[in-house]
């Protein structure tokens, strides 16, 4: 986004706007005193996708209550992360795409995944996930790899953080360790700038 970092750190201002964006995202988790404790976060969140399996018993339809689920959270936290990050308007979807990565995992899950594979036009992008603090401690069953993207909650997240500054994005997992890939990686697609509309909250 194109924010200032905190005026109080006035030696961020002078670095291209990737080392900002990462410093930012440094600053604010070294800071924070109500960090996720990455263990009990990841194993409140394996036994939410245990229960959804045990509800639904169907892999496809555990996905979307996992995407549905992170909109949500997505809609509700993006005011909590302009609020502590001091980010405002960004000037591009590639300059958004360096923001969610460097500060808004950083922030709230402690890591940086790595941007790749950006479009020509700069309206797609992927996240490349070395490592991945839902995923710890976990393995699949045989009959869901070929089906459950296990950390779909994250693409719901961005999905309804970005439609709530007014970026209708699509957002899927497209690779995943946990399904045998070499890979973690999450494509991102704008689909179109909104009107200043707040958008209903899934149900």
Not at 8 to 31: F, H, M, Y
Not at 141 to 166: F, H, I, K, Q, T
Request: net charge negative; with cysteine; proline share 3%.
């Amino acid at each position: 986004m194109q924010g200032n970092p905190n005026s109080n750190n006035r030696s961020t201002a002078a670095l291209p706007s990737g080392q900002r964006a990462k410093q930012t995202g440094e600053d604010i988790w070294k800071s924070r005193t109500d960090k996720i404790n990455a263990e009990l976060f990841t194993l409140t969140y394996g036994s939410l996708v245990a229960q959804l399996v045990k509800d639904y018993e169907d892999y496809i339809e555990v996905n979307a209550q996992l995407d549905k689920m992170g909109y949500n959270m997505g809609c509700r936290l993006i005011e909590d992360f302009i609020a502590k990050s001091g980010m405002t308007k960004c000037g591009s979807f590639v300059e958004t795409a360096d923001v969610i990565s460097k500060i808004g995992f950083k922030m709230y899950l402690g890591i940086t995944p790595t941007i790749t594979n950006v479009s020509p036009d700069g309206k797609e992008f992927s996240l490349v996930f070395e490592e991945n603090p839902l995923a710890e401690f976990v393995e699949l069953p045989d009959e869901a790899v070929r089906e459950l993207w296990y950390s779909n909650v994250l693409c719901g997240v961005l999905r309804g953080a970005l439609e709530m500054v007014l970026l209708q994005v699509e957002c899927q997992f497209v690779s995943d360790v946990l399904r045998g890939d070499e890979s973690t990686e999450m494509k991102v697609k704008l689909v179109k700038v909104l009107d200043e509309e707040v958008p209903a909250a899934d149900e």
